[in-house]
């Protein structure tokens, strides 16, 4: 880990970055951001943790926690929900396992999230997996792209 946080500090110093820079870094690298790592460029930055725990609890994008390898994110914005969002979602849910209050199979296969809005109403309800956008999502459709990303876990 260290070898990753020293190679983000020299870009940071390189690039003249901040802290919103050297998050996202961090986030690329290991999937979420480790307290650990944020304790390590507090130190070496001389800036409080507490202004990393801010920003990263202030942006959505940031998460403090380890997520599934597929991260699947789902729009819960009016449109959306208006046109089903909570069936595909509780769908989802009950066709991973996924237990109530949990976002990460215990396999860490699956994360599933839920957004506010992702600002593609035309199209609700709207699913991402795995950052590929999919308009007009129907339960059948969404249980296909679940089962060809099992598959997938499969054959490797």
């Not at 999919?134 to 792209?145: D, P, S």
């Amino acid at each position: 880990m260290e070898e990753t946080l020293k190679r983000i500090l020299e870009e940071y110093k390189k690039n003249e970055g901040n802290v919103i820079s050297v998050m996202q870094e961090i986030q690329d690298a290991f999937g979420y951001i480790p307290e650990d790592a944020i304790n390590w460029f507090s130190k070496k930055l001389d800036i409080p943790a507490s202004r990393f725990f801010g920003v990263a609890t202030f942006y959505a994008q940031f998460h403090l926690k380890p997520r599934g390898r597929n991260i699947i994110t789902a729009c819960c914005g009016t449109a959306c929900h208006v046109k089903g969002s909570d069936r595909l979602i509780n769908g989802l849910r009950k066709e991973l396992n996924l237990p109530e209050g949990e976002d990460n199979t215990e396999d860490m296969e699956f994360a599933v999230e839920k957004v506010a809005c992702v600002g593609a109403c035309s199209i609700a309800p709207v699913v991402i997996v795995n950052k590929k956008v999919y308009g007009k999502m129907t339960a059948e459709n969404l249980m296909r792209e679940i089962k060809t990303l099992k598959g997938k876990r499969n054959e490797g």
